[in-house]
């Protein structure tokens, strides 16, 4: 079993940056991908980034890129989600997931095995 839990959420002001932490525990070893989501009210999931554990390879939403960066820390466990020039459009629920197996990693959330708890983030013009 994995448990995944996520932290770092929180309000800002448009233009500043939020950290955002995945803390994984249990069969680690077993993680393929590690993958960041949101959701905003009224809307679906969709995928904001996505982390390959054995050689850090990412993949990014299109929304996202060259303002968000994902990263890992492999002796504490941990991915990071790092939010550059936050904007009110990015304001939603964030949660971490995890894929066991092998290959690429996606964005789409029916890809993944298990999710934490979700972590607000909440950004005003």
């Known amino acids: 079993q994995v448990q995944v839990v996520p932290s770092g959420g929180g309000s800002v002001q448009a233009g500043g940056s939020l950290r955002l932490s995945c803390v994984a525990s249990?069969?680690?070893?077993?993680?393929?991908?590690m993958g960041w989501f949101r959701q905003a009210p009224g809307k679906e999931r969709e995928g904001v980034a996505a982390?390959?554990?054995?050689?850090?390879?990412?993949w990014y939403a299109d929304s996202v890129k060259g303002r968000f960066t994902i990263s890992q820390d492999n002796a504490e466990n941990t991915v990071y989600l790092q939010m550059n020039s936050l904007k009110p459009e990015d304001t939603a629920m964030y949660y971490c997931?995890?894929?066991?197996?092998?290959?690429?990693?996606?964005?789409?959330?029916?890809?993944?095995?298990?999710w934490g708890q979700g972590t607000q983030v909440t950004v005003s013009s």
């Open positions: 249990g069969y680690t070893s077993s993680i393929n991908c």
């Open positions: 982390l390959k554990t054995l050689d850090g390879s990412t």
């Open positions: 997931a995890y894929r066991r197996g092998s290959g690429w990693c996606s964005l789409e959330q029916y890809d993944y095995d298990d």
